[in-house]
């Protein structure tokens, strides 16, 4: 095999490259020139807001190439990767996709420094539905990034170029940010894993905000290990991030192989009309049933209900906090659906962000009780595949369907694994989440890597790099 060659079909998938450059199979120097390679190739394709200097990035890899003897002290030593542009990257524009908002951080977000001192090489920033708000990927200046299965079906948000770019091959994991379901919507719609880490335990520090006791960083990757490999680098307990747990170093990552459990399915699953997701949600039921579990059904009422204060409630207003100054110095460089939300979040009133506050105590409260017993709710991640056209035509009745199995999981404060489960009769990905009481993120490891280990699915696309 040519060198050439060896490197087209290289994967970048985090553990297998890790191995690779263990045994010295290649070097970070090769990595990045295929890695600029995959991304000229593809051309204008929207995954990128801004990309690292080729030359920074080339002279960062040959300091990693000299440093191969701290090969085992450094875990993301030579991946290659990408950062959600609502996340600060040092001396690189954060502009959550709105012409004109731009901060320039002088500092990177705690996760993204933490990243780049394990060794990881940052390759550059990634599109998003404007401020992170909309979970289909097409609320977006200047176009929006293309599914990788099918143009024509949403690519998924807001973390939309984050998705993307793991799933074509251009990264070994991307970092992007999750309210209501931004890093697991993508996953599904494109078939790789996003991990959404318990709150706190991956400090959100440089991160633009939408609300900030909801809001975390996730990781997509490849696969269940490698997203992993991931979050053990970033979890840390951050003295200067104001919702940092004071335990995230205490909690445990990895767990031992799933033997017995129970897991719960919504009482209320919801298809939107679609007719191939149920067969092959049934099938993931039955995946799991073989690895051990017991199924029984869950009150999903008080799940629907805290992921409908995100939009519906004063909750919305703490967006206006964070960056509605926008709406008065830059209307028209908003998206219809931001300017819309933030004009809705200057009605509300502090009292009624009080009842709002109360009102998700109880439900937190209500579906801890029916949690006991149970160790891991299984759902859909996304019903059905959602076309562009019908998400441009009914923009906020689709988006709020995109979102019914992932919204409540911050607001309740649980952690989710979403992982790829079938491809369908259509040739389009279907993805179920593993839901987790907060702190639960080692347990969801070791039932995740058994159920991906069962359905054997190759990551993204056929023919993509995986």
């Keep these: 095999m040519t060198a050439d060659l060896r490197l087209a079909t290289l994967s970048l ?53 000299e440093r191969r003897a701290d090969i085992h002290s450094l875990p993301l030593y030579g991946l290659p990767f990408g950062v959600k542009d609502n996340v600060d990257v040092a001396d690189m524009p954060t502009t959550c996709g709105c012409a004109g908002f731009d901060r320039h951080p002088a500092t990177s977000a705690t996760a993204v420094q933490r990243a780049l001192d394990a060794g990881a090489l940052f390759v550059g920033k990634q599109t998003l539905d404007q401020f992170a708000t909309g979970l289909n990927g097409t609320r977006t200046m200047g176009g929006h990034c293309l599914n990788v299965f099918d ?202 962000a009080f009842h709002a506050q109360y009102r998700l105590l109880e439900l937190r409260q209500q579906f801890a009780r029916q949690l006991a017993g149970i160790d891991v709710v299984l759902t859909p991640t996304v019903a059905r595949p959602f076309r562009v056209d019908e998400m441009l035509a009914s923009p906020i009745e689709r988006n709020a369907e995109v979102g019914y199995y992932t919204y409540g999981v911050g607001p309740l404060d649980l952690c989710a694994l979403a992982l790829p489960a079938a491809l369908r009769p259509d040739g389009l990905p279907f993805g179920v989440s593993l839901v987790g009481r907060a702190g639960s993120d080692g347990w969801l490891r070791s039932l995740g890597r058994q159920f991906e280990a069962a359905t054997a699915l190759a990551p993204g696309a056929p023919g993509t790099h995986g």
Aim: one cysteine or more; charged letters at 20%; hydrophobic letters at 45%.
């Design 151 to 352: 143009p024509e079906v949403i690519p998924g948000g807001s973390s939309s170029g984050s998705g993307v770019a793991v799933a074509a091959g251009l990264v070994s994991f991307s970092l992007g940010s999750d309210t209501g379901g931004s890093g697991r919507v993508p996953a599904a719609m494109n078939n790789i894993v996003g991990l959404r880490p318990t709150v706190g335990l991956v400090s959100s520090r440089g991160l633009v905000c939408n609300n900030r006791h909801f809001d975390c960083i996730p990781v997509f990757a490849h696969g269940v290990e490698d997203a992993y490999q991931v979050l053990q680098t970033l979890a840390a307990v951050d003295p200067l991030d104001p919702v940092s747990r004071q335990d995230a170093d205490q909690i445990a990552l990895d767990a031992p192989p799933v033997r017995h459990f129970r897991f719960a399915i919504p009482d209320r699953l919801e298809w939107f009309g679609d007719t191939q997701s149920p067969a092959c949600f049934a099938q993931a039921v039955q995946r799991l049933e073989a690895l051990g579990g017991q199924s029984c059904e869950i009150d999903f009422s008080a799940f629907l209900e805290a992921g409908a204060l995100i939009f519906d409630s004063a909750f919305v207003a703490e967006r206006a906090a964070s960056y509605g100054e926008v709406l008065d110095r830059l209307p028209q460089a908003l998206v219809p659906g931001v300017a819309g939300i933030l004009r809705r979040a200057r009605d509300y009133t502090a009292v009624q």
């Design 13 to 65: 998938r985090a553990t297998s490259l890790s191995a690779a450059y263990r045994r010295g199979d290649v070097d970070p120097v090769e990595v990045v020139e295929e890695v600029l390679r995959r991304m000229a190739a593809r051309g204008a394709d929207c995954v990128w807001v801004q990309t690292a200097d080729p030359a920074r990035l080339r002279a960062q890899a040959r300091a990693l190439r």
